[in-house]
C-alpha cells in the first residue's frame, strides 16, 4: 500500500522560507513522477512542482519559477520542496502525489491531478504578517 506523507507546513511571513518535506513509501513501479499541489479555499487544487524518478528532471508551475525548488533524496524517499519568497497567494493547503509512468522519459501531464494515484493528506501553508 503506497504511502505519502507531507510535512513542513506552518505560517511564515511574506518574503520568507519553508521547506517542505513529502516521504513517500509502498510503492513499487520503476518509473514515477512525484509532484506538490496545493488548493486554496474556494480554488482549485493546482499543480507546483514535479519531480521525475529517473533522471531527476524538474518541472515547474510559472507561479513557482525562480522562487521554489524541488529536489529529492532517492536513498529516503523523500522530495522536498523548497519555497522561498512567499507571498500571501501562496497560501494554500499543500498536497504531494505520486504516479507510475510508463518509461523513464515520460514527459507528459505531469502538472494534471487527475492522473496521480495516491496522495498525502496535505500540510497547510499561510503566508500572512
Known amino acids: 500500500q503506497v504511502q505519502v506523507v507531507e510535512s513542513g507546513g506552518g505560517l511564515v511571513q511574506p518574503g520568507g522560507s519553508l521547506r517542505l518535506s513529502c516521504a513517500a513509501s509502498?510503492?513499487?513501479?520503476?518509473?514515477?513522477?512525484i509532484a506538490w499541489f496545493r488548493q486554496a479555499p474556494g480554488k482549485e487544487r493546482e499543480v507546483v512542482s514535479c519531480i521525475r524518478s529517473s533522471d531527476g528532471t524538474t518541472y515547474y508551475a510559472d507561479s513557482a519559477k525562480g522562487r521554489f525548488t524541488i529536489s529529492r533524496d532517492n536513498g529516503k524517499n523523500t522530495v522536498y520542496l523548497q519555497m522561498n519568497s512567499l507571498k500571501p497567494e501562496d497560501t494554500a493547503d499543500y498536497y504531494c502525489?505520486?504516479?507510475?509512468?510508463?518509461?523513464?522519459?515520460?514527459?507528459?501531464?505531469?502538472?494534471?491531478?487527475?492522473?496521480?494515484?495516491?496522495w498525502g493528506r496535505g500540510t497547510q501553508v499561510t503566508v500572512s504578517s
Open positions: 502525489a505520486i504516479r507510475r509512468i510508463p518509461s523513464p522519459m515520460w514527459d507528459r501531464r505531469w502538472y494534471a491531478a487527475s492522473t496521480y494515484e495516491s
Open positions: 509502498g510503492f513499487t513501479f520503476d518509473y514515477y513522477y
